[in-house]
């Protein structure tokens, strides 16, 4: 209950923060007629509004900032989203508020807190490139050139993950031997392709604890890392969001635990059916350290559904699963149907699958395309196909394609899921 | 084949519905170009019609949605052939891919390249202008001669320019074995795939191909658009043939630093609005399924085969029954004296639309025939229907024009 009554004033603190030092939230709180003394913790959510990507986007900078910063002030940090689906923003934060919120959720995984709390310690990041065109993995570039100033060496990589060049895959594995990172920091589909190319090459990857992020880890990818590595490596994957930093990481024992030392969480009911599970919401995120770019009531588009409330780890904090992005949920006849990770639950990891793409073509049909390796024989497919069917609708259809290429997104993110979206 | 088998609702294909003196069209031109369905335009209309940027070129938001439009194109196509995004070029049509190839290769004069005898032009002047080319021989019956094509291997050329499928007969060669063949002698690969991309799955994967080309516009899609796929160590080796913006990472006074491929082939602004035409166009074909499509292709092939050796007073091209044959027929009229003539009177009096000529084959018409030629050909909407009443007319006129 403290705990809540503290997260409770947190909130009410930044929300007094922002509408005393940022014109886009004074105009909209005066337009809907809002008194801050009277918002209570029973009725705040009927009271204060829920905002949205499009209205950071479309009042920046001066509609979002907060009194007394401009975009070149020296304790900013740029960060930019990709914009896949045109949803891009460009976010400017304090960086030790962004660097005291990677901290605090660190915690979860004590090894990796320690890492990354070293000082002088080096990470290694493998992910899609860090803007949205196609020049920016450019082969002519050099280590110094992607050394970031906080000792992150961001790794060479084609947008378009399977047809990244030898060239360019054997700079990788150069730069990671010279480098001997203390943390790999990626995303689980690239870093997974890297481990498949370290295993060509007969070379073994450095150990290191490895981070996920960007997207989403399916079985698969997990496998593979875990596989690179002799037992123990700690893996561990997180939630972040360009614009807000670390939101939630995994335990030791695989709960995604969110950190509540640095937001102020909420869950917005989709209101779906889900045959007897556990509710699906959207997670919604307030900012409460006062920084640059405070955030209020922000619905982040990521849908979650809520984990034990007990966890065996010392972290106290709620645990969430993350189920995907409604945009990609398998939908039939206007009824949810799959979430994202529940496809890949279905799918799980079997030993002959590196990488696959299931992809909702219509009401009824559906195509699995899938990468194997060699421990691939004719029909092992079948057993996977038998279970998604088993929770699709009546009369739908799987095609497998067994490929050597699938596209990443133009962003350079892999999207596992290509459900037919959610009708909002 | 008839009306019930129809591949295509003709309500998608507002040209089907349009009537020349009050008869309705019968289009059987289509190894010229095809036909184009209402959903390919409506998506060059989302292009046009919305904030039309350029890709790949600075930060805007609607250029970032552009660019992922066209990009998702390019995927669409290594999807449909079974090769990687990387592969796929974008250019104006298959006669320009075969020209940067034959010049991107940087040839010589002592260069051999294995020609066809039944290729189209632009899977020959190119080749005759940058190497020493030696042609497959057809045989008596217009077919070609496979036997001479292994014995050509021997000499080991440097390249072997493949045509898949004939634009004159609508015959298949043997591909799986021809390439094999070419790759056992260390030749490179080049397929011109324009009549057969549009009927057939054409797996990549499973052949050892250097390059292969094929248009847009013979599939549903827009003119103005070609692939080049290139497997992506020859691409990498090929000298682009346009230099200029979009194809460099780097630019000093006096020097350059080329893209990666594909990039690095599409020098200036591409047909951007013509590649979300052609993703429209590979939905369309994938929604009916390329099996349908190749059972559609065999037997309205084999019917057009049979119906035009029905005719005594027409000379079929390629007489090779047992030919693996798409539905393309081309014929001569040995009594006709102006097939210009015939061709006039079945578009304006009966509204058939064919093709008469040389049909950028002349070498091999040379061979084969006394001059021009008529040719049906067919495609995903015609029927035996179609293929009836353009005989029917044939019939007719021969009463008045072939005797």
């Known amino acids: 209950m403290n705990n809540d009554i503290n997260r409770f004033d947190g909130f ?69 989203s990709s914009g896949t689906t045109g949803e891009r923003l460009v976010t400017f934060e304090i960086g030790m508020n962004l660097l005291n919120r990677a901290i605090a959720c660190t915690r979860s995984f004590p090894v990796i807190s320690d890492v990354f709390l070293e000082k002088g310690r080096k990470i290694c990041r ?41 060239l360019l895959i054997d700079r990788a594995i150069e ?30 990857l450095p150990v290191a604890p490895v981070v996920t992020s960007y997207s989403a880890a399916t079985a698969v990818s997990r496998r593979q890392i875990s596989d690179a590595f002799a037992n123990g490596n700690p893996i561990a994957e997180f939630l972040s969001s360009s614009e807000m930093g670390w939101l939630a990481m995994e335990c030791p024992h695989g709960n995604l635990h969110l950190n509540e030392e640095s937001y102020f969480f909420e869950f917005i009911s989709l209101n779906l059916d889900m045959r007897g599970e556990s509710s699906l919401f959207e997670l919604c995120i307030t900012s409460i350290d006062q920084g640059a770019l405070p955030h209020i009531r922000y619905k982040t588009g990521d849908i979650v559904s809520l984990g034990e409330s007990q966890c065996d780890c010392q972290n106290n904090n709620r645990v969430i699963r993350m189920e995907g992005r409604t945009t990609h949920f398998v939908n039939q006849n206007g009824d949810f149907v799959l979430s994202p990770k529940q496809v890949d639950d279905l799918i799980s990891d079997p030993e002959w699958l590196d990488l696959y793409q299931f992809e909702q073509k219509s009401e009824l049909r559906f195509t699995l395309k899938a990468i194997v390796n060699e421990c691939y024989q004719a029909g092992d497919e079948r057993t996977v196909i038998d279970r998604l069917i088993k929770n699709l609708k009546s009369n739908s259809e799987i095609k497998i394609d067994i490929v050597d290429y699938i596209s990443s997104e133009r962003s350079g993110k892999f999207q596992s899921v290509k459900g037919l979206g959610l009708n909002e | 084949m008839n009306n019930s088998n129809i591949l295509a609702d003709s309500s998608d294909f507002p040209g089907l519905a349009v009537e020349l003196d009050g008869s309705r069209v019968t289009y059987l031109d289509n190894a010229a170009t095809t036909l184009k369905p209402s959903q390919m335009v409506d998506a060059m209309n989302e292009y046009y019609l919305g904030i039309s940027s350029n890709v790949h070129r600075g930060k805007n938001y609607s250029l970032e949605l552009v660019s992922n439009r066209y990009e998702e ?15 796929v070029v974008f250019l104006r049509n298959t006669t320009e891919a075969i020209n940067l190839v034959a010049n991107g290769l940087q040839l010589s004069k002592e260069d051999e390249v294995i020609v066809f005898s039944d290729a189209h032009h632009s899977n020959l002047l190119p080749w005759m202008e940058n190497a020493k080319i030696t042609l497959v021989d057809v045989n008596p019956l217009g077919a070609l001669d496979l ?8 000499t080991k050329p440097k390249v072997v320019a493949i045509t898949h499928c004939s634009n004159v007969t609508g015959v298949y060669c043997p591909l799986k074995e021809m390439v094999s063949a070419a790759k056992e002698v260390g030749a490179i690969v080049v397929v011109d795939a324009a009549q057969s991309v549009p009927h057939r799955k054409i797996n990549l994967s499973e052949l050892d191909i250097d390059f292969l080309t094929f248009s847009a516009h013979k599939m549903l899609g827009p003119t ?20 200029g913006g979009g194809m460099v990472d780097w630019v000093e006074k006096d020097s350059y630093n080329l893209r990666k491929i594909p990039h690095r082939f599409e020098a200036g602004t591409p047909h951007i609005a013509g590649a979300y035409g052609l993703t429209a166009a590979i939905d369309y074909l994938n929604n009916i399924g390329f099996d349908r499509l190749e059972e559609h292709d065999r037997t309205l092939g084999r019917y057009l085969y049979n119906e035009a050796k029905k005719r005594e007073y027409l000379k079929i091209i390629n007489q090779h029954d047992e030919a693996d044959r798409g539905a393309v027929v081309s014929f001569e009229i040995p009594t006709a004296e102006n097939l210009d003539d015939v061709a006039r009177v079945l578009s304006d ?55």
């Open chain 1, 12 to 80: 009410i603190k930044e929300v007094e923060y922002a509408y005393e030092n940022v014109p886009f939230y004074k105009k909209k709180l005066d337009d809907l007629g809002i008194k801050l003394d009277a918002i209570k913790a029973e009725s705040f959510s009927e009271q204060l509004p829920l905002t949205e990507k499009k209205d950071y986007r479309k009042n920046f900078p001066m509609g979002v900032l907060a009194k007394g910063f401009s975009l070149n002030h020296p304790m900013l940090n740029k960060s930019q």
């Open chain 1, 126 to 166: 493998y992910a899609a490139p860090n803007c949205s065109d196609v020049e920016c993995a450019n082969p002519h570039s050099t280590m110094d050139d992607r050394l970031l100033t906080d000792g992150t060496l961001v790794l060479p990589v084609y947008h378009d993950l399977l047809t990244t060049s030898e």
């Open chain 2, 147 to 154: 036997s001479h094509y292994y014995s050509l291997l021997k």
């Open chain 2, 349 to 403: 009096s009966y509204a058939i639309m064919c093709r008469n000529g040389h049909l950028c084959a002349q070498p091999y018409l040379t061979d084969v025939a006394s001059g021009q030629v008529i040719r049906f050909s067919c495609y995903l909407y015609n029927t035996q229907n179609d293929v009836d009443k353009a005989f029917s007319a044939l019939d007719e006129i021969s009463q008045y024009m072939f005797y």
């Open chain 2, 73 to 87: 194109a390019r995927y669409k196509v290594a999807e449909l052939l079974s090769c990687s995004g990387n592969e």
């Open chain 2, 224 to 243: 103005g658009l070609g692939v080049l796929y290139g497997n992506k160590v020859q691409l990498d080796k090929l000298k682009p043939m346009n230099l």
């Open chain 1, 175 to 204: 730069e990671i031997i010279a480098f001997k990172p203390d943390l790999y920091y990626v995303d689980p589909t690239h870093f997974a392709f890297l481990a498949r190319q370290f295993k060509k090459r007969n070379i073994e």
